[in-house]
C-alpha cells in the first residue's frame, strides 16, 4: 500500500512495522519477515491457524501462514506444482519459517497427524553435516534445504 515503493521507504516500513511487533510484511505476493529474537504471544497459535485458513492473500495482515495457505489453494486450484522460497542471512529465522509453514500446512490441510513433527524432527541429522560456527548463530548451515511435500486428494 506504498505510495512510493523504493529502497527507503520499504526500509521504514519494515522498521515501523517491527517496532510494533509486526514482523512480517507483504509486497506484492512477497513476504518480508524479520527475526525478533524473541517469542510473539499468540502470533503462531492454533486460533492464528484457523483465522489464516482459505483467506485471500492481503485481506488479513502479513503472515507466513498467508503465503502457506495462497500456495496449498494455488495447487489445488491450478492443479499445479507450488513452491515456496525462504532466503536469508544466518540467523534469520529460514529454519523457524520453514517450520510455520510446515505447521500449518499439516494443521490446516493434513490428516491430523504429526506430519510436521516428524519432518521438523529429521532436520538435526541433516544439519549435522556442513554446519559451523558464526557471529549470529552458534550452528550455521553452509548449505541449502529442500523440502519436497507431496499430497493426494484426500
Not at 486460533?47 to 483467506?55: A, V
Not at 532436520?123 to 511435500?149: C, H, M, Q, Y
Amino acid at each position: 500500500s506504498l505510495m512510493y515503493l523504493n529502497e527507503a521507504t520499504l526500509l521504514n516500513n519494515v522498521r515501523v512495522r517491527y517496532s510494533k511487533e509486526k514482523i512480517y510484511t507483504f509486497v506484492a505476493n512477497i513476504l518480508i519477515a524479520v527475526n525478533p529474537y524473541y517469542d510473539i504471544p499468540k502470533l503462531y497459535s492454533p486460533e492464528t491457524i484457523q483465522k489464516y485458513r482459505g483467506r485471500s492473500l492481503g485481506t488479513l495482515p502479513p503472515h507466513v501462514y498467508a503465503i502457506a495457505d495462497k500456495a496449498y489453494r494455488d495447487m489445488r486450484v491450478l492443479k499445479m506444482s507450488q513452491s515456496i522460497i525462504v532466503s536469508g542471512e544466518s540467523g534469520a529465522g529460514k529454519t523457524e519459517n520453514t517450520k510455520f509453514v510446515l505447521r500449518y500446512l499439516t494443521s490446516s490441510y493434513g490428516t491430523g497427524q504429526d506430519i510436521d513433527e516428524r519432518i521438523v524432527e529429521a532436520n538435526p541429522l541433516l544439519e549435522a553435516f556442513g554446519n559451523a560456527k558464526t557471529v549470529r548463530n552458534n550452528n550455521s548451515s553452509r548449505f541449502g534445504k529442500f523440502v519436497e511435500i507431496h499430497f493426494n486428494e484426500k
